[in-house]
Structure formats: structure tokens, C-alpha cells
């Protein structure tokens, strides 16, 4: 029992190294990669001089992160970037054309999905997968929030600091700070209370 326990301590400690050592090896191809940022093998990157990443964030595996400067960004900005202290589970998704800011301290679980534009798909002549973009609109996700597994955001959408998104929730409006909302469409189904100092213990 000891030996197989030790044995998978190393492999873990193997992969930790592996996915250093990958993250150092592309840095360089990035806008700014921060300080104990780690990402998680395997990985999918496109446009990685338009992604700006913080300090201590990490990714996990399975994501895809992509800006597509061919289809409109700007050609010398940051158009994905990620605070620090940001954590991405696995098989997460960001793809952007204009801007998708990530803030600080930001926790994203496996499967969230966040896209800053959508597909377009009214010709009913050409595959959807052929028609390009649509609907291109900046999203910002502020300091501290928490989405839940397989949400997805929607292009245009604000999330205020500390909201929390629910599993599976499909969010297509703006959710205030300090706010709960799940959903197909999303829907806010709770509001934090401000916290009265008078009534907390010393």
C-alpha cells in the first residue's frame, strides 16, 4: 500500500514538473505571463500575443483558450486576459475576437464555457461552421466570482464581484456583485445581505 501511494505522489509531483516546464516553455509567446502561473497539459492556445495571464493562476487540463485577431481584434491590445490568483478546472473555454477580462481571484469550474461572440447561422445555404461570427460584444467577469460547473457566458455579459453562477447556468444578462443566479437563462434567485459589523462577535 505504501509503495503504490508512493507511487502516485511521484507521478503527481512528474506532472506538476511537466506542466512548470510546459508553461515556461511558451511563455514568451504570450502578451505577459505573471509570476507561479501553471499551465495544465493538455492545452489548446491560439493568439497567445493578445492573452495577457496574472500571477498564480492556473489552468487546468483540457482547456482551450483562443483569440482570433483575424476576424477583428485589435491587432495591438490585450483581448483575453486573466487576474491573478485565478483558478480554471479542467476542459474550460475562452475564446474572444473583441475583449474578455477576467478579474482577480476568479474561480472557474470544469466545463464553463466563455465566448465573447456567437456563430452566425441564418444562411441556410453554407454550414453554420462556414458563416463566421455574430453578435461580438465584450464580457468582464470581476474580482472574486465564482462559475459553476458547464455555465456558460454570453457575449455582452458583466459579472460582478463575488456572483456566483450556478452549475449548467446559461447566463445572457449582466449579474451584480454579490448575487447568485442559475438557470436556463440564467436568473438572479438570490442577493448576498451586507454584513452588519454591530453583530459580529469579537
Known amino acids: 500500500m505504501n509503495e503504490l501511494m508512493n507511487l502516485s505522489q511521484s507521478i503527481r509531483f512528474a506532472l506538476r514538473v511537466r506542466d512548470k516546464f510546459f508553461t515556461w516553455l511558451v511563455a514568451g509567446a504570450f502578451r505577459k505571463m505573471g509570476s507561479r502561473s501553471t499551465l495544465a497539459m493538455p492545452i489548446r492556445l491560439g493568439g497567445e500575443k493578445f492573452i495577457e495571464i496574472g500571477d498564480r493562476v492556473f489552468v487546468g487540463p483540457g482547456a482551450w483558450i ?3 485577431v483575424e476576424q477583428g481584434s485589435p491587432a495591438d491590445g490585450v483581448v483575453i486576459s486573466i487576474g491573478s490568483g485565478t483558478t480554471m478546472s479542467g476542459n474550460c473555454t475562452i475564446t474572444a475576437v473583441r475583449r474578455v477580462e477576467i478579474g482577480r481571484n476568479v474561480l472557474i469550474a470544469r466545463n464553463v464555457h466563455i465566448s465573447d461572440h ?15 461570427i455574430a ?17 456558460v457566458i454570453c457575449p455582452g455579459v458583466t459579472i460582478g464581484r463575488n456572483a456566483v453562477i450556478g452549475a ?26 451586507a454584513l452588519d459589523s454591530s453583530k459580529v462577535r469579537s
Open 66 to 68: 483562443e483569440t482570433m
Open 118 to 132: 456567437f456563430h452566425a447561422f441564418e444562411d441556410r445555404g453554407i454550414p453554420v461552421k462556414e458563416q463566421g
Open 135 to 151: 453578435r461580438v460584444a465584450a464580457i468582464t467577469i470581476l474580482d472574486g466570482a465564482w462559475l459553476g460547473h458547464g455555465a
Open 168 to 193: 449548467n447556468a446559461v447566463v445572457r444578462e449582466d449579474v451584480p456583485d454579490f448575487c447568485v443566479a442559475a438557470g436556463v437563462p440564467a436568473r438572479i434567485i438570490r442577493r448576498a445581505e
